[in-house]
């Protein structure tokens, strides 16, 4: 068996993951957070909607810096999200399949998200 | 002789709903931003009034059906992925159906209790 010979090397902390790869395994991280956190997004949603005074509540519990710094990661995990998902999007009709323009948008799913949250959270702070 | 290939046959669904789900969202939050950029709501009046007509309210749930639905779709994809006991990775999933439907039984309220 020539697969057998192959030699193994698993060792994940030493794999130099492609850019491809770390948008991918970010995706899910960031759909997995997402979930996690989205009880907690829909309460917000909820006291900011209902009626005034939980309007008030909102706006003073969102105002804690603990509670910003939670929703700027949200806001990240959300940009990374969607962005990559608009680039699988993409990939599904054949854009963008080439290994130099696949790199390219790999890149900008990344680069787009960070200066988003990071200009959004200054803003948001 | 052919090997027939057994399976449960939801994968190519369940390929098609994590896209459509998602260009419905993608839709949505486009739509949602651009309303955002345009009239800023300004106070709790505002904020609150652009949920309560009846289109936005509907194009609301539709958003929240698809979120839901997208992410039941992407943890069972995990859940399959990292949890190799049976047993475990069920119960996880059930906690994960149950979980969902519960925060889709939530948004209606949410939406349909204003005015």
């Known amino acids: 068996m020539i697969a057998s010979r192959r030699p193994k090397f698993l060792d994940l902390s030493k794999i130099r993951l492609p850019v491809p790869g770390l948008v991918s395994i970010l995706h899910r991280i960031s759909g997995a957070a997402l979930f996690l956190f989205a009880g907690v997004l829909l309460y917000l949603f909820q006291e900011s909607l209902a009626t005034p005074d939980s309007y008030v509540r909102f706006r003073d519990l969102a105002d804690h810096w603990l509670a910003k710094l939670f929703l700027i990661g949200m806001l990240w995990a959300f940009l990374h999200h969607f962005f990559a998902g608009l680039r699988y999007l993409l990939l599904d009709v054949d854009i963008g399949t080439e290994l130099r323009t696949t790199r390219a948008m790999s890149r900008g799913v990344l680069g787009v998200s960070l200066v988003l949250t990071i200009v959004l959270g200054i803003c948001l702070w | ?115």
């Open chain 2, 1 to 115: 002789m052919v090997k027939h290939v057994v399976g449960a046959h939801y994968g190519l669904r369940d390929w098609l709903v994590q896209r459509v789900t998602a260009l419905l969202m993608a839709v949505y939050i486009a739509v949602f931003v651009g309303i955002l950029l345009i009239c800023p709501p300004q106070h709790y009046g505002e904020w609150r009034g652009l949920f309560e007509s009846q289109p936005m309210r509907i194009a609301t749930l539709l958003f929240f059906v698809s979120l839901f639905w997208h992410a039941w779709i992407g943890m069972r994809d995990i859940l399959m992925d990292y949890i190799k006991p049976t047993s475990v990775r069920f119960g996880l999933e059930i906690l994960v159906v149950v979980l969902l439907a519960g925060y889709a039984g939530w948004a209606i309220q949410i939406l349909w209790s204003l005015g």
